[in-house]
């Protein structure tokens, strides 16, 4: 159940980005991109971030619990959408202006991200056993604890 929360919440991160982005393309709104091809980047944004938590599992499970926590934003957001880069950057100048393009890559890598870091912050962390502490033996403690005897 966490991982939907988290898919919504990186689903909801991407698209304000793309929003953003794409309000700053050329000082235009979102009227740039009619209806239809807004509603099929909806809908690919919520099946990527469907996507996005199987994978990061199946990574977790084949890789040390030593290994850096950083890995998982970083694949998240840039390895696990390589194919909607490559999409993207075959589609400037066809379907898309260069700034869009950049707008929808970035809000992908925005979302991936997101998910990949609330991936690590909800997953549990073994717990690692530590040695009880060792306290210095304090000569003045010494001579208190023979007296009392």
């Known amino acids: 159940m966490k991982l939907a929360f988290i898919s919504l919440g990186s689903w909801f991160i991407g698209l304000l980005t793309l929003f953003c982005g794409l309000s700053l393309v050329a000082g235009r709104g979102t009227s740039i991109l009619n209806d239809s091809t807004m509603i099929s980047l909806i809908s690919s944004a919520l099946v990527f971030a469907l996507a ?87 000569a003045g403690g010494q001579s208190l604890a023979g007296r009392a005897n």
């Open 52 to 138: 996005y938590g199987p994978s990061l599992t199946w990574l977790k499970k084949y890789l040390r619990d030593s290994t850096r926590v950083s890995i998982f934003p970083l694949t998240s957001s840039l390895v696990l959408n390589l194919p909607v880069f490559l999409v993207t950057l075959l589609a400037i100048g066809r379907t898309l202006l260069a700034g869009e393009a950049y707008a929808l890559m970035i809000s992908y890598a925005a979302m991936g991200a997101t998910f990949g870091l609330g991936f690590v912050l909800s997953s549990p962390r073994p717990k690692r056993i530590r040695e009880p502490r060792s306290w210095p033996i304090i």
